[in-house]
């Protein structure tokens, strides 16, 4: 019996430091991000894909916590044949007092961002450049998801411009306090 005394002290003291770590991390707010352009879970027009106009959808969101001193949108491909998700699409820098993001932003980094999104900057995406660019699976016939998240921080971001997704999410470390997201589908239709 002596033997096992000490065997559960140290369950013991690990279970309390794990209870200890779970209280003492960060909860992280839902929010809630919509689009007029498509339904959660739904296809994405044919416009916001580079087999259309290739512009970038409207977004919304809602939910963002007290304490948000920053957003930052992310926009990737989970389903795309790449070890990591494929990203479409990089936001950061937005101020915490925008509701979301007009329709066809543009990717030209001499085109000034609207007014109430002064600030935000646009990273570089898997194309390797700045700005939206669409849905193109490389394959039809196989239905991909795309989803754009929404990341609320309690920090603004020390950063320069042109960081990609893992320089942002290395930057973002210990300072998400809330995250949403919305998932578009699209699919290339086989030719006929």
């Not at 699409?89 to 085109?111: C, Q």
Request: proline share 12%; net charge positive; aromatic share 6%.
């Amino acid at each position: 019996m002596k033997a096992f005394a000490p065997l559960a002290v140290a369950a013991l003291v690990i279970a309390s430091v794990c209870t200890l770590g779970a209280q003492a991390a960060p909860t992280s707010a839902a929010i809630t991000v919509t689009s007029p352009a498509f339904k959660h879970g739904q296809p994405l027009p044919v416009d916001y894909t580079a087999d259309g106009k290739n512009i970038s959808p409207p977004l919304m969101w809602t939910g963002a916590p007290a304490g948000t001193k920053e957003l930052v949108l992310i926009h990737e491909d989970p389903s795309a044949p790449t070890p990591q998700p494929f990203v479409h699409w990089v936001v950061y820098k937005i101020p915490a007092t925008a509701k979301g993001l007009p329709e066809n932003i543009s990717a030209d980094p001499a085109v000034a961002m609207p007014a109430d999104l002064t600030g935000a900057v646009q990273g570089i995406s898997g194309f390797r450049r700045a700005g939206y660019r669409g849905p193109a699976p490389p394959k039809p016939g196989k239905v991909h998801q795309y989803h754009f998240i929404v990341y609320a921080l309690d920090a603004p971001l020390e950063v320069k411009p042109g960081l990609n997704k893992m320089q942002l999410l290395e930057a973002m470390k210990g300072h998400i306090i809330g995250q949403g997201e919305i998932v578009g589908t699209y699919e290339r239709k086989p030719p006929q």
